[in-house]
């Protein structure tokens, strides 16, 4: 009796990076899956990876409108103003607003229902690659910067009870 040849790819099931834990869990969530359906559909790849940078734009920015445009307008305000977080500059905010016309590809229907414009799977690589630079440099920045800090607080508060005299009946060290 002949055994059936069963088949299975090596390869992951996308390309998708492992993210830290700085970065909120629904945005891991949207790039994995941005991710895992680059191939197969980039154009829904596009519109999730535009869902994942306004979720970014709400949560690392505090940023919460009704529409991506007015969000992405509203932080190009504050870098403007130096008013945003540290790390979101001029041409991050430029090309989360190209994701949003390249995402609205996907997310909305063309007034001529006869106009087919497409994204391929190079062209939402690039949008990916968008997401995992600025994961990067806002969430895991800020993190790496927050335990830096935490550090050298922990070692001052450790310098600082050193020098602390001992109290009465305590013995003297060092």
């Not at 940078?53 to 409108?65: A, E, N, S, T, V």
């Not at 497409?118 to 927050?146: C, G, K, N, S």
Request: some cysteine; overall charge neutral; hydrophobic content about 35%.
């Amino acid at each position: 009796m002949r055994m059936p040849v069963k088949r299975w790819n090596l390869m992951p099931a996308s390309a998708a990076k492992p993210q830290p834990a700085c970065v909120p869990e629904p945005l891991r969530v949207d790039y994995a899956e941005a991710c895992a359906i680059r191939d197969l559909s980039p154009k829904a790849s596009a519109t999730i990876i535009r869902r994942c940078l306004q979720g970014m734009i709400r949560d690392f920015c505090g940023i919460k409108k009704g529409r991506l445009i007015d969000e992405i307008k509203e932080l190009r305000k504050r870098v403007d103003e130096g008013d945003a977080p540290r790390g979101v500059q001029h041409d991050s905010v430029d090309a989360i607003d190209h994701v949003r016309g390249i995402g609205n590809i996907g997310a909305h229907m063309e007034k001529d229902i006869n106009t087919i414009i497409d994204v391929d799977p190079d062209e939402a690589q690039r949008l990916i690659e968008l997401t995992e630079m600025l994961f990067e440099e806002w969430y895991e920045a800020r993190h790496r910067r927050e335990q830096r800090l935490k550090q050298i607080g922990a070692i001052a508060a450790e310098k600082a009870l050193a020098k602390t005299p001992p109290t009465e009946g305590e013995p003297q060290t060092g």
